[in-house]
């Protein structure tokens, strides 16, 4: 620090630090100068994932809209900081319920978790908890598991109950192949993934690094820190606009029985994409222990990693913000389609290579009309893509409420929302190798479908600008809008597993439609630009 800064002193994880009082954030001070990586950057930093969250003097707060003058002289703990026995048991509780995937959310929510059983909240009693998980963002699980977990850590604690008895004897290796079926890239599972220790790219970052963002005019900007790097870019803090979800396909013309309008729809990983490489090495993966729902296949991350070490001559990190994503990260490209009693029907969908194909996989009988529109890009990577749609008129033809979808791996899921909002599913995807891993898979999946009917969607300008930039504009559902949601899985050891959660998503959707009355345009419980 030079002579004009002041410093700031406090604790952190039972430890002294003293840092320059620059103005920067506690997640920053954090991360970047004190090596602490249990804390996630997941908005960078509009406060409202809640990766971030850790504990001022026994309180949760969101560390990217703290600023660290503000923790003077207190006691911060991150996820790390916990005492030993309190890590143990909720790590081994969240892997024992499937209440983690990627892992990424997790640390910030076993910490808020954590002040809240410290308050009294029983196990069972889960009104607070899902009030609390408000003010966190979790993509994967449906945030089902995550209560389950909240239990088995807050049973009768008097008693020593110990999570981790639910553990012995599960092959935790079967585990990471199921996981990794269904998020397609390699995975982990274990109690430490929980807690942030997934393997992220930017928490292996060397600490020498040099930091680079986008610079919003098609280049990097380059800074010895993550300040300096978003100085250097006149990074603006992104905003939810008060436009309407742009839907901008109109069904095309033709006696239908069933019609269909979707927006566009942001896949809303947490982890931003991220990605650091030495000169001349081997860029770290931006996809680490998630695979970010075909989000990231494509992701400019390591390519500028590489190229950006090899410049300087130095490591190189390469982060984007959440806006960043938003605005040139793939989305589920918009459909507006009609079908006729005879299953025949046009499918007008926002050109994506490969699509027509994924269409076609699902329903046959749809003739798809591609179409230019300005926006940001799509992808047939995105989970479900065109067969999802497909899948969902098809059944929306037929009209029972129990909905069947067979995705084109074979797969099958049976679905049904009643009356009360309760989801039922069943999932046969060949041998399920781990249960819990499926189970939570096919929550998350159920999560998501419900979301994409009824109130996922981004504004998108005229010119194809997004206009929705922020966690909360992207209308995912929250903890206390969740429904419960039963899994019964058929249990067919020997055969060749398969993904099964994109037949949930699906078959969810398409029963979600059903149980609505088949409005034409989702998300049902959003406006629509006209």
Request: proline content about 7%.
């Amino acid at each position: 620090m030079t002579v004009h800064e002041q410093s700031i002193s406090f604790e952190v994880d039972g430890r002294p630090a003293t840092v320059a009082d620059d103005g920067t954030n506690l997640l920053e001070v954090l991360r970047d100068r004190l090596g602490c990586s249990g804390p996630k950057d997941g908005c960078s930093p509009q406060g409202q994932c809640g990766c971030c969250t850790v504990l001022v003097d026994g309180s949760p707060r969101v560390a990217c809209v703290t600023p660290v003058r503000r923790v003077a002289g207190r006691r911060v703990t991150t996820v790390d900081g916990l005492a030993e026995g309190d890590r143990r048991r909720w790590g081994d509780a969240f892997c024992a319920a499937g209440g983690s995937q990627c892992g990424f959310c997790t640390p910030g929510i076993v910490v808020r978790l954590k002040a809240l059983a410290d308050r009294g909240v029983e196990a069972g009693d889960h009104p607070p908890v899902a009030r609390a998980l408000q003010a966190h963002l979790c993509r994967c699980t449906g945030w089902r598991t995550i209560l389950d977990a909240y239990d088995l850590v807050a049973a009768d604690p008097a008693a020593g109950a110990d999570p981790g008895a639910t553990l012995a004897g599960r092959d935790l290796a079967a585990a990471a192949r199921r996981a990794a079926l269904e998020g397609g890239v390699p995975q982990r599972v274990g109690p430490d993934v929980a807690l942030g220790h997934g393997g992220f790219a930017d928490d292996t970052a060397p600490a020498e690094a040099l930091v680079a963002v986008p610079d919003g005019r098609g280049g990097w900007s380059v800074g010895e820190t993550l300040t300096e790097a978003r100085a250097g870019a006149g990074k603006v803090q992104g905003r939810r606009t008060t436009a309407d979800v742009s839907r901008p396909l109109g069904v095309p013309p033709g006696d239908w029985v069933v019609t269909l309008r979707t927006a566009w729809v942001e896949p809303a990983y947490l982890e931003t994409d991220a990605s650091w490489c030495q000169p001349g090495g081997e860029p770290a993966s931006p996809l680490a222990n998630g695979g970010a729902f075909g989000g990231k296949t494509t992701s400019l991350a390591p390519a500028a990693a590489r190229a950006l070490a090899d410049r300087h001559g130095r490591a190189v990190r390469v982060l984007l913000s959440r806006e960043d994503t938003v605005r040139l990260g793939p989305k589920r490209p918009p459909v507006a389609a009609g079908v006729a009693a005879d299953g025949s029907g046009v499918l007008r969908i926002v050109r994506t290579p490969g699509v027509a194909a994924a269409v076609a996989a699902a329903a046959p009988g749809l003739e798809v009309t591609e179409v230019d529109v300005a926006g940001p890009p799509t992808s047939v990577a995105v989970r479900g893509a065109g067969w999802a749609e497909a899948a969902a008129l098809l059944a929306a033809l037929a009209g029972h409420p129990a909905v069947t979808v067979t995705a084109p791996n074979g797969a099958t899921a049976e679905a049904e929302v009643g009356h009360d909002g309760r989801v039922r599913v069943r999932v046969a995807c060949g041998d399920p190798l781990d249960e819990v891993v499926l189970r939570s898979y096919c929550v998350g999946a159920a999560h998501m479908g419900l979301g994409w009917v009824r109130t996922e969607g981004l504004s998108v300008a005229e010119d194809g600008t997004v206009a929705d930039l922020t966690i909360r504009s992207f209308g995912i559902l929250r903890a206390v809008d969740t429904p419960p949601i039963d899994v019964d899985i058929e249990r067919r050891t020997g055969e060749e597993p398969v993904n099964g959660s994109d037949a949930v998503f699906a078959a969810v959707a398409a029963a979600e439609w059903i149980r609505q009355g088949c409005p034409e345009a989702w998300p049902t419980e959003r406006g629509a630009r006209r």
